[in-house]
């Protein structure tokens, strides 16, 4: 399916099967200016060029913040932080906002040694998604 930033409550589920393992991911496209891209299982150099497509689409669209769900990840490898971070450089340079909620032991340990912690404070995608700016409310949070 092919969505815009604008057609809020609109959702994509994109399956990568690959050889070390699987990575599922789903973007749903929130509100109008907010995405929220989920991770589900491994994310490491053999599926990495899918998550970065599917996330630096997003970035290069009107989108104001981007809410990377890793919660449902097992395994984060050095090339899916290169990603985050950056994906956190485009987004701070470009007027974005870029959200990481994560939960899984091994996961939070990657981004902290990687110095991207910082832009994992909440604790889901909801309390996330308060913290988003949304334009529709006249808010920036910014």
Same mark, same amino acid.
Do not use: K
């Given at each position: 399916?092919?969505?815009?930033?604008? =057609?809020?409550?609109?959702?994509?589920?994109?399956?990568?099967?690959?050889?070390?393992?699987?990575?599922?991911?789903?973007?749903?496209?929130?509100?109008?200016?907010?995405?929220?891209?989920?991770?589900?299982? =491994?994310?490491?150099?053999?599926?990495?060029?899918?998550?970065?497509?599917?996330?630096?689409?997003?970035?290069?669209?009107?989108?104001?913040?981007?809410?990377?769900?890793?919660?449902?990840?097992?395994?984060?490898?050095?090339?899916?932080?290169?990603?985050?971070?950056?994906?956190?450089?485009?987004?701070?340079?470009?007027?974005?906002?870029?959200?990481?909620?994560?939960?899984?032991?091994?996961?939070?340990?990657?981004?902290?040694?990687?110095?991207?912690?910082?832009?994992?404070?909440?604790?889901?995608?909801?309390?996330?998604?308060?913290?988003?700016?949304?334009?529709?409310?006249?808010?920036?949070?910014?």
């Amino acid at each position: 399916m092919t969505t815009s930033p604008e =057609q809020a409550g609109d959702i994509d589920t994109l399956d990568v099967a690959e050889r070390a393992g699987r990575l599922s991911l789903h973007v749903d496209h929130y509100r109008p200016h907010t995405v929220v891209l989920t991770a589900r299982g =491994q994310l490491d150099a053999t599926n990495v060029a899918r998550f970065a497509e599917v996330l630096r689409s997003r970035l290069l669209t009107a989108i104001r913040a981007i809410v990377v769900d890793l919660q449902g990840l097992t395994f984060l490898g050095i090339p899916g932080l290169d990603v985050l971070g950056q994906a956190h450089l485009h987004a701070s340079t470009h007027g974005q906002r870029l959200y990481l909620v994560a939960d899984h032991p091994e996961v939070l340990r990657a981004l902290r040694v990687a110095g991207l912690a910082h832009l994992a404070q909440h604790s889901s995608v909801e309390t996330a998604l308060d913290d988003a700016p949304d334009p529709a409310r006249g808010g920036s949070h910014d």
